[in-house]
């Protein structure tokens, strides 16, 4: 049996809530929730060095991963979505906007298909 493959990556610029590591824990269980995941592992966050200040958040989901890298210096943050499930994009996408977006952020999409 083939198991299908379901990747989107998302990048904000100017974004809000980028430096707060327990808001990004709840982000990325809201997230999960969402899209309809469960989370068997984690989530957990650790600081950036100090020459490249941040936070990043790993949650292993029932079919694979979500993670999340913030970058205080450049205000970004970077959302990946990785399942074994298909999932809505758009409501991923909406609570990404939800939790970083301010009226200037700029998001770039990819979507990474396994044809």
Known sequence: M??????????????QNINDPKAILKFIRELAKAI???IIGGPIITEGAPNNPG?????IIDFSHISVHTFTQSNEALIDIFSCREYNKDKALKVCQ????TQKTEIRYRE???G
């Open 36 to 38: 309809n995941m469960k």
């Open 98 to 101: 939800n939790f970083f977006a």
């Open 112 to 114: 990474v298909w396994w």
């Open 2 to 15: 083939r198991v299908g493959r379901y990747h989107h990556i998302f990048d904000f610029r100017n974004c």
């Open 55 to 59: 936070w990043s958040a790993v949650a």
